[in-house]
């Protein structure tokens, strides 16, 4: 329970201000309202500036622009860190995929098929993404402690929104390892023994 403020109401010939909103309300558009608003202003004093008619579904949406701007640089933020994790785990995986080109076409030449090879790289790439899935985890986890209050509609524990995001980010690295364990799977086995 909050505490009672002391609130005083004076005339505005009295305590004159800048600015003051009158709001009206009426069955149907309100916008047709605004004429007889403006006579009626006139006709109580010529002093009385009437200028910005508004529905109060607007006001209220303007004072939100400042949250949604956020919100939305946040996801822009978050989509951008999330390409760029994708290109960072294509690279990694294409540049473990050409170290290993030898150690690949040996396996090959010993008999393994494409499908071990793709299993190989992917295994390698989901535990990497896995780890890094479990450290993100705990960090957000902490982060969502510490910015709990700042939070609308969720927790800053909330399992579905932790399970999705875990499901999204190991799809997105699945995704960027594929294209490197197929071209690691189509390593032509003596091609690979004379590679340097």
């Known amino acids: 329970v ?8 004076l005339p505005y010939p009295q305590a004159p201000v800048r600015g003051f909103e009158v709001i009206v309300r009426g069955d149907g558009d309100p916008r047709p309202l605004t ?3 403006r006579r009626a202003f006139t006709e109580t004093s010529a002093d009385l500036p009437f200028l910005d008619v508004r529905l109060l579904a607007d006001h209220i949406e303007a004072s939100f622009f400042i949250y949604r701007m956020g919100a939305t640089m946040l996801a822009a933020f978050g989509l951008l860190a999330l390409l760029l994790s994708a290109i960072g785990i294509y690279g990694i995986m294409a540049y473990t995929v050409s170290r290993r080109t030898r150690e690949i076409g040996v396996r090959m030449a010993l008999g393994a098929v494409r499908r071990d090879v793709i299993g190989l790289v992917l295994g390698r790439a989901m535990r990497l993404a896995g780890l890094g899935l479990g450290i993100g985890l705990l960090a957000a986890l902490g982060a969502g402690r510490l910015l709990g209050s700042q939070l ?3 927790s800053g524990s909330d399992p ?3 399970a999705s995001i875990g499901v999204l980010l190991g799809a997105v690295a699945l995704v960027a390892s594929w294209l490197p364990a197929r ?6 086995p003596m091609q690979a023994l004379r590679y340097e």
Do not use: K, N, Q
Request: no cysteine.
């Open 152 to 154: 609308l509609g969720v």
């Open 2 to 9: 909050e505490d009672a403020i002391a609130v005083t109401y």
């Open 160 to 162: 579905l929104t932790f």
């Open 183 to 188: 071209r690691a799977a189509r390593v032509d």
């Open 35 to 37: 004429a007889p608003l």
